[in-house]
């Protein structure tokens, strides 16, 4: 795997590197984050004092290379929420601060992308975090992955299989107070979506002995006093116990039945929600619990000495509990603890156990029964998590594993035992694997991309693997032998045979076989295995013993014979019939590491190793000295000296181009031609030296991290500058990017408005094309009668001659334009006409006041008479006719006396002219209702009544004669007047009317004939000239010459 780019490194010197990355934050920077990239890497002071600054930091995450080193922070971090998961989804591995979820996320995307199966493992002392840690993996992928609903059983099965494992597998120990006392393997599956779809768990050997014994300030499994303190009474009376730890042998061994960090009633109900989640039925639960409590009354379950001195139960009321809990025979269990059963040539035989063995049989049984029911739960869980779908089944290649292996880490106390050795044994192996795995895929990489393989220098610890495990001269292989040896096997006959058979082994020393110091450092009954990690000296004492795991046979006889479902499926006839010897204990674990192995080598491996920073639980605390025990027994030094055996950094061509093509004129801004010929520029620009790098196919290969960090710095010095361009050139693109997008947006608006308006234009013009073309045909059929050729042209027609009369109609009763109508309205335009007509008389009739109506009829009548006829007629329309052309003082009082009644409705000064002589006499004309009178001064001249009147004579030019013509025979009356007036039209006018002789009013053209007595005429002749003239013609006639004014 490659390496980060950008880290920030307090090397030896203190000196201190940039990183890169804008992600991590100055707290992130503390320290390296890789340990591959500390300058002195072989220093294991340089290594604890990087853990140990990052620590203080609370950051407990550190790399090597693809390893993640994680430190126990005794507290909890907020570095686990969904928000940090999120973080690290899909993000690249070095991107961002190392982390558990980094590793899970790494893991999930390499088993999808490239469907390779995964597994991670996860090492440490007891203690350092195992356990959290891959609960946290755990949960990472529960919260990621996609679930369906089937799914969220699995998942949450999954979630729920640890809780339900850790009461029956973990105990408080003195290191920790939720250790695991049992290694565990688990495999997640997933569908190709990358959804859980079943998972998986393998067991490795659970520490049964903490069954019957623990050392002190320890406890038993969590179950027990879960049980005790969670169930409810009826079932506790039921399972024949007390809500009571103290009460039971093999709980109070540690004397230290309650922890304060452990609530054992809430772990109860946790467990037991579990349970059901999990799929237990409840008989199953029953059974279960009846083997927890009958583990308890085999530990009160005391022996005493008979009357004949053997070996008794003296507790029977345990007994009769466990006969009914373990569902066997009561007398037969008696007997099968008390005694045993040997077959010698043939024959069985039963005889008496000592006390002591009798103790010893009933811990083994309890061991057994406890360690065998943890196996039986572990494949019940299995059976739950099995994805069952038959399809998936049969394309299995459609699914992907990530396996988690949570197991002990190499351990070392005062006195190592059996235990020890199978742990660090499985340690060495798990050390192998890694070697075979890192080595391998850095060869891999090293042969894909050419680049000649250089032997890398590490320990290779399979000497010490075969040490333990080679056929008949391997270390188990002697035990197993010793254990089956007939005669008197012991661990000091042990001792020796290993003594014999490994004497001059380079890891294999005892007391006889060392010298000087460190013969005094290993004692009489020790063995020292010099471990990749240490020297470990191991006890001898017990080894035989727990490697046989011995259970009588006529126990296991009553047991299977059990009505208890478990342990019927536990123990197995068979056992007991067969002559077989079983597998002793270490070769069972020898045989399951191997299958184990077997499928991390087929896995793509991540790892995780755990510390602990003390002893004492606490947060904040950094024992160095404890730390750098792990450090060492972890193999980190190792680990780290294998990573950086190589190259320390490896990146992709175009990455590594891209991010360092500033620092070279010719890279920058772009390298046009083969990457690795732009690599080679640059780092030729740069200044590598030959030996610090390799170029691959598709990889630059850097040797040295200082390398890497010169250029990280120059990198650095560059930024500003390269800061500057990319603002510039953002701001400028960004602006640029606006402008055009303006300029878009608005070209689409003109467009848009243009299409639109052309679109208009269009539609207008064809529209009015239309209405030319059926105007044009409609013209032409004008004539005819309506039809669709037409009908447009008429009613246009109709409605423009309409709209002229709206828009236009005549102004005043004296307007007579009237536009001409088309064809078809001639008749409802004559009706308009009319209609409009009367409509502006109305109006203007009304308008009219009764002076203004009476001048309007006078002048009605005036025209009646003269229009056309007299010239003077013109001149007198505009001037107003008026009540009477005399004021009322210009009347003659005396006359007016004389007419009485009769009341003068006009008067007018005229003159008269003589009848004979034509002399000129001034008078006044006064007319009455009934009669007109002439008045010369206070003398009534001449009274003319209307009915005598006959006619009224004026002449057609514009003189101001007038002749009354009255009948001569009358006498009353005299003769025809002749008058002449200024108002001459207006007098006729009036007389006419008042006299009722509008038809009697005779117009004449050139003279006027008159009476001037009886049975005599004159005449006065009229011409026209320059100005009026009277004179006397000839024949008597009076000659009047009228100026002329406007030709008629
Ligand atoms: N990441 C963590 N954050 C907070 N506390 C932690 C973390 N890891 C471990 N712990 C604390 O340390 C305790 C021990 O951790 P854990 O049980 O995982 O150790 P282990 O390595 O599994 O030990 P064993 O080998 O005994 O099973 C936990 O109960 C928890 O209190
Ligand atoms: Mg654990």
């Known amino acids: ?36 990239l500390l300058e002195n890497y072989t220093s294991e002071a340089a290594f604890i ?8 930091e609370k950051l407990i995450y550190t790399y090597i290379g693809s390893v993640l080193v994680s430190v126990n922070p005794y507290k909890d971090l907020e570095i686990y929420s969904k928000a940090h998961m999120e973080r690290y989804r ?65 998942r949450d099965r999954l979630l729920q299989s640890n809780p339900v494992l850790e009461a029956f597998g973990n105990a408080k120990t003195l290191r920790n107070d939720n250790s695991s006392r049992f290694g565990k393997y688990m495999d997640v599956q997933f569908d190709f979506r990358g959804a859980p779809i079943g998972g998986h768990i393998l067991n490795y050997l659970l520490e049964k002995s903490r069954v019957v014994h623990q050392n002190h300030g320890e406890r038993n499994f969590h179950i027990f006093y ?17 809500r009571n730890a103290q009460k039971y042998h093999y709980l109070v061994k540690g004397c230290c039945p309650r922890v304060s960090s452990i609530n054992d009633k809430s772990d109860w109900k946790t467990v037991r929600k579990a349970l059901t989640v999990i799929g237990f039925h409840e008989e199953e639960v029953e059974d279960l619990l009846n083997i927890i409590a009958s583990v308890l009354h085999l530990g009160n379950t005391q022996f005493g000495e008979g009357e004949d001195g053997e070996t008794q139960i003296t507790t029977e009321s345990h007994l009769t509990y466990l006969s009914k809990l373990l569902g066997v025979d009561g007398p037969a269990l008696r007997e099968a603890l008390t005694h045993k059963k040997l077959t010698a040539k043939g024959e069985e035989m039963i005889g008496p156990l000592s006390f002591e063995q009798a103790v010893a049989a009933r811990d083994a049984l309890a061991k057994a029964v406890y360690g065998r029911a943890f196996t039986w739960l572990v494949a019940k869980i299995n059976q739950s998590l099995a994805f069952k779908d038959e399809v998936y089944n049969s394309s299995k290649g459609s699914s992907s594993v990530i396996g988690l292996l949570d197991i002990y880490g190499f351990e070392v106390f005062q006195h190592n035992s059996f235990e020890q050795f199978c742990i660090n044994y499985c340690n060495e192996k798990l050390q192998q694997l890694f070697i ?32 333990v495990e080679e056929k008949h001269k391997g270390f188990i292989s002697i035990l197993d032998e010793e254990c089956l040896r007939p005669g008197e096997p012991s661990d000091i006959s042990f001792l020796e045979k290993l003594e014999d058979t490994l004497g001059g082994h380079a890891h294999f020393v005892t007391h006889k076989l060392a010298n000087g110091k460190t013969r005094k450092a290993v004692g009489r009954e020790e063995f020292r295995l010099i471990h990749y990690a240490g020297e470990v000296n191991y006890t001898v004492n017990g080894f035989l013993d727990k490697n046989t795991d011995l259970l009588y046979r006529n126990l296991k006889e009553v047991i299977c014979q059990s009505d208890n479902q478990i342990l019927s499926q536990c123990f197995h006839r068979e056992e007991v019939t067969t002559q077989k010897r079983p597998e002793t204990a270490a070769t069972q674990f020898k045989n399951s590491l191997a299958k184990l192995i077997e499928i991390l080598m087929s896995k793509e491996p991540s790892y995780v190793r755990c510390i602990k920073p003390n002893d004492a639980k606490q947060s904040g605390r950094f024992d160095e000295a404890l730390v750098r025990h ?25 990455a ?42 598709t990889k630059i290969f850097i040797r040295f991290p200082k390398t890497l960090f010169t250029t990280e710095d120059a990198l650095e010095a560059r930024r500003p500058a390269l800061a500057l361009t990319l603002q510039t050139s953002w701001r400028g693109y960004r602006e640029r990017a606006k402008y055009h997008r303006i300029r878009n947006a608005v070209l689409v608006i003109q467009s848009a408005w243009r299409g639109m308006k052309s679109r208009r234009k269009a539609r207008r013009r064809r529209h009015a094309a239309e209405i030319i073309r059926k105007f044009i045909k409609g013209f032409i059929y004008r ?20 709209m002229t009369l709206v828009r236009n109609p005549p102004k005043s009763v004296l307007d007579k334009s009237w536009p001409v109508p088309p064809p078809s309205l001639t008749e409802a335009s004559e009706h308009l006409c009319r209609l409009c007509m009367q409509n502006m008389m109305r109006a203007y009739c009304r308008r009219i006041q009764p002076e203004w109506k009476k001048q309007m009829e006078q002048k009605v009548v005036a025209s009646q008479i003269f229009q056309d006829q007299k010239d003077s007629y013109p001149q007198s329309v505009p001037k107003l006719f008026v009540a009477s052309r005399l004021d009322s003082e210009e009347f003659n009082l005396k006359v007016i006396q004389t007419l009485g009644n009769d009341k003068v409705k006009y008067g007018v000064a005229v003159t008269k002219y003589d009848r004979r002589g034509y002399k000129a006499r001034p008078r006044q004309l006064l007319l009455t209702s009934s009669f007109a009178v002439l008045v010369a001064e206070a003398k009534l001249k001449q009274r003319i009544d209307y009915t005598a009147l006959r006619s009224i004579s004026v002449s057609s030019l514009t003189d101001g004669f007038m002749v009354l013509h009255v009948p001569s025979e009358d006498n009353k009356q005299k003769s025809d007047v002749v008058l002449q007036c200024d108002h001459v039209i207006e007098v006729v006018t009036k007389l006419a009317t008042m006299a009722d002789k509008k038809n009697k009013v005779n117009i004449s053209q050139d003279s006027i004939k008159f009476a001037v007595a009886r049975g005599k005429e004159a005449v006065i002749d009229f011409t026209s000239g320059p100005e009026l003239k009277v004179a006397k013609g000839k024949k008597g006639h009076l000659l009047v010459t009228a100026p002329q004014l406007n030709p008629r």
């Open 656 to 697: 590594f181009l891209q991010r360092y093509k500033s620092l070279c004129p010719g890279t920058w801004p772009n390298w046009q031609g083969r990457l690795a010929d732009g690599v080679a520029t640059l780092v030729q620009h740069l200044g590598y030296k030959a030996e610090e790098y390799k170029l691959g196919k």
């Open 1 to 36: 795997m490659s390496l980060p780019p950008h880290w920030k490194e307090v090397g030896g010197e203190g000196r201190v590197h940039r990183v890169m990355e804008s992600t991590l934050t100055a707290r992130d920077r503390v320290g390296v984050q890789d340990f591959v």
């Open 783 to 802: 004539h005819y009668e309506r039809c669709p050729e037409n009908e447009y042209f008429l009613d246009h027609q109709r409605f423009s001659f309409l």
């Open 630 to 654: 792990q450090v060492k027994y972890l193999g980190l030094m190792e680990n780290l000296r294998v990573r950086r055996a190589g190259f320390a950094y490896r990146r992709r061509y175009e």
């Open 226 to 242: 879960q049980l005790l303190e969670g169930g409810e009474q009826d079932q506790l009376s039921k399972l024949g116990l007390e």
């Open 49 to 56: 004092e990087n853990l140990r600054r990052r620590f203080g």
């Open 436 to 467: 075979k795995l890192t080595l391998k895929s850095e060869q891999e990489e090293y042969e894909a991309e050419g680049i000649t393989w250089e032997p890398v220098k590490y320990f290779d610890n399979k000497i010490i693997c075969d040490l």
């Open 90 to 154: 899909g993000v690249s591995f070095y991107e961002i601060s190392p982390h558990i979820y980094a590793v899970s996320d790494n893991t999930y995307r390499a088993m999808r992308t490239e469907r390779r199966d995964q597994c991670i493992l996860i090492s440490g002392e007891s203690g350092a975090g195992k356990t959290e840690a891959s609960k946290k993996i755990l949960q990472y992928y529960a919260t990621t992955c996609p679930v369906t609903d089937h799914m969220s059983t699995i």
